[in-house]
């Protein structure tokens, strides 16, 4: 199963995603699911450093990513991570149980 987090800030704000395992839907190499999940990772790591005001850390290895993001994420930033992560979020809900998106948001103060 892939999981996926998504950690917020009490006020939305996108702190940290995580991405972590394999789907398991098919044949290693051949996983539809795996590699819709991939692609939409992929497409995240390559596009931040190209956004303007992107300031953050990215690790992307074979089974896993990491996003971490640095608060407040210019409106350009904030649009691209959104669109993957909405990507992501529909995914899952469709290719249950093989994906699994969880969201948490940080308790204001």
Same mark, same amino acid.
């Given at each position: ?24 839907? !098919?044949?290693? %190499?051949?996983?539809? $699911?795996? =590699? +819709?999940?991939?692609?939409? &990772?992929? *497409?995240?790591? /390559? ?5 303007? !005001?992107?300031? %953050?850390?990215?690790? $992307?290895? =074979? +089974?896993?990513?990491?996003? &971490?993001? *640095?608060?407040? /994420? ?14 992501? =979020? ?20």
């Amino acid at each position: 199963m892939i999981q996926i987090r998504l950690r917020r800030t009490a006020a939305g704000e996108p702190v940290r995603l995580t991405v972590r395992g394999h789907a398991g839907a !098919g044949e290693y %190499g051949r996983d539809i $699911v795996c =590699a +819709g999940v991939s692609a939409l &990772v992929e *497409t995240l790591a /390559l596009a931040l450093p190209k956004t303007s !005001g992107w300031r %953050g850390q990215i690790r $992307v290895e =074979a +089974g896993s990513a990491d996003f &971490v993001f *640095t608060a407040p /994420l210019s409106a350009e930033v904030r649009a691209v991570a959104e669109a993957l992560v909405a990507g992501l =979020a529909d995914l899952a809900a469709s290719a249950r149980p093989y994906v699994r998106f969880e969201e948490v948001r940080e308790r204001g103060e």
